[in-house]
């Protein structure tokens, strides 16, 4: 029905258990384990001996007999976009509680537009309130993208 498994009485260990040297080459679904910690150690010494750094050295595994050499990643360059600045004026806006714009205002007179929101907020018996809208100037803008085009073409 079940399987009964020998457990060991606390504090004993049996002969066989220990770090295991090496695993089975077929099960390929296993995370493969260093052979032998002491022999590899032995290679990086002989290679600091030699005067090459541990870190560059060429590897030699038993398995494959083959070496290895590591190769430094090549340094990634970053392609730095062109700033466009884009000129804006700002503008004081009256708006509903709906955020329905009711009207617009130029800068230097937030005097009007908050007497218009007052006047709203009178009229209607609901909320108006004055925000502030930035709006690109139409002729910058243009000229803006052109920049942008040529700084690219040029890179």
């Known amino acids: ?87 804006k004026k700002l503008l004081w806006g009256v708006y509903s509680g709906t955020m329905k714009e009711e009207g617009r205002f130029a800068y230097a ?4 537009a908050d007497n218009r929101a007052a006047e709203l907020s009178a009229k209607h018996k609901k909320i108006f309130f004055v925000q502030p809208i930035k709006e690109p100037l139409g002729d910058h803008v243009a000229e803006a993208e052109e920049e942008a085009a040529d700084a690219a073409a040029e890179e």
């Open 1 to 87: 029905m079940g399987l009964v498994e020998e457990v060991a009485p606390a504090g004993v260990l049996p002969e066989e258990t220990g770090p295991a040297e090496s695993v089975p080459e077929d099960s390929g679904s296993m995370a493969k384990r260093t052979i032998n910690r002491r022999e590899l150690r032995e290679q990086a010494e002989a290679a600091e001996k030699r005067g090459t750094p541990a870190a560059e050295a060429v590897e030699t595994t038993e398995k494959s007999g083959k070496t290895k050499e590591k190769k430094k990643p090549a340094a990634k360059t970053k392609r730095v976009k062109a700033r466009v600045i884009i000129r």
């Open 109 to 112: 007179d937030r005097a009007g």
